[in-house]
């Protein structure tokens, strides 16, 4: 399967805004529910957001709850994540997913089986 591709990371000030945007196939954006997790320096891989297949449930990380949100357009193959008042606690390599597994459970990154190569948001003070 093809890997999935990030964009739009980059380096911002606190209380600025990126949003970032994840490509794929065809078939992995509309057949498959889509999150984004991130790393940061030092840290494991924790949950940031993620998507249904349809796009009418959406689940977020207390962290960035009602500062970021996540959206998908099947017809042109993405997913997006725009973060609004960034932290430096928001730095990180940001990666998308296509979930897997059967669990039914979007929080975890091993039900995601189709990952990016990450993107790298670097928040300053």
């Known amino acids: 399967q093809v890997p999935l591709v990030e964009s739009g990371g980059g380096l911002v000030q606190a209380g600025g805004s990126l949003r970032l945007s994840c490509a794929g196939v065809?078939?992995?954006?509309?057949?498959?529910?889509m999150g984004w997790f991130r790393q940061p320096p030092g840290k494991e891989r924790e949950f940031v957001a993620a998507?249904?297949?349809?796009?009418?449930?959406?689940f977020y990380a207390d962290s960035v709850k009602g500062r970021f949100t996540i959206s998908r357009d099947n017809a042109k193959n993405t997913v997006s994540l725009q973060m609004n008042r960034l932290t430096v606690e928001d730095t990180a390599v940001y990666y998308c997913?296509?979930?897997?597994?059967?669990?039914?459970?979007?929080?975890?990154?091993?039900?995601?089986?189709?990952w990016g190569q990450g993107t790298q948001v670097t928040v300053s003070s």
């Open positions: 997913a296509a979930y897997t597994g059967s669990s039914n459970n979007p929080y975890v990154g091993a039900e995601y089986g189709i």
């Open positions: 065809a078939r992995t954006f509309s057949s498959h529910a």
């Open positions: 998507i249904s297949w349809s796009g009418e449930d959406t």
